[in-house]
């Protein structure tokens, strides 16, 4: 797993999605070349599970939400292990993967740029991240801010 570059991404958006719907359950699939450094953000209704280097599970998901209580909010999660990795190659997946996270989030709110221009109300609302892991020390939600931080 090698670090997210963002100067050069590919945006999909998918039909029906585009710049303006949907908002809750819009999702987000960002994964990247180690061979090139390029990034890949794919929008729609649809995480694109073909996109996913399946051996490597170096992708970032995300996807809009919306509760009463809390409102709008972008909820992720990064594939540590589920137990195929050894403890110590599971830490560093978490360290990587946490300390790239910022760049993946940039990637995929700069990437989607148009309809944060149609919705700016949603600058203010907070990024989550769960790690997933069968370690219980890097199973966790982690707040990244919100997204006006990453524009």
Same mark, same amino acid.
């Given at each position: ?6 100067h050069n991404i590919t945006v999909r958006i998918h039909p029906p999605a585009n710049s303006k719907n949907p908002i809750v359950g819009?999702?987000?699939?960002? !994964?990247?070349?180690?061979?090139? /450094?390029?990034?890949?953000? %794919?929008? &729609?209704?649809?995480?694109?599970? =073909? @996109? ?17 209580? !809390?409102?709008?909010?972008?909820? /992720?999660?990064?594939?540590? %292990?589920? &137990?195929?990795?050894?403890?110590? =190659? @599971? ?61």
């Amino acid at each position: 797993m090698q670090q997210f570059r963002l100067h050069n991404i590919t945006v999909r958006i998918h039909p029906p999605a585009n710049s303006k719907n949907p908002i809750v359950g819009r999702k987000y699939t960002l !994964t990247h070349s180690d061979e090139t /450094g390029e990034l890949f953000l %794919d929008v &729609g209704f649809v995480y694109n599970w =073909q @996109a996913i280097d399946w051996k490597l599970r170096d992708e970032v998901l995300a996807e809009w939400k919306w509760t009463p209580e !809390t409102g709008y909010y972008l909820f /992720g999660t990064a594939y540590v %292990d589920q &137990g195929e990795f050894s403890e110590e =190659q @599971a830490e560093r997946r978490f360290q990587i993967f946490n300390r790239e996270m910022g760049t993946a989030l940039r990637g995929m709110i700069q990437g989607d740029s148009p309809f944060f221009r149609n919705y700016p109300f949603l600058l203010t609302a907070p990024i989550y991240i769960l790690f997933q892991s069968s370690y219980p020390q890097f199973h966790k939600i982690v707040s990244f801010g919100t997204v006006a931080q990453y524009v």
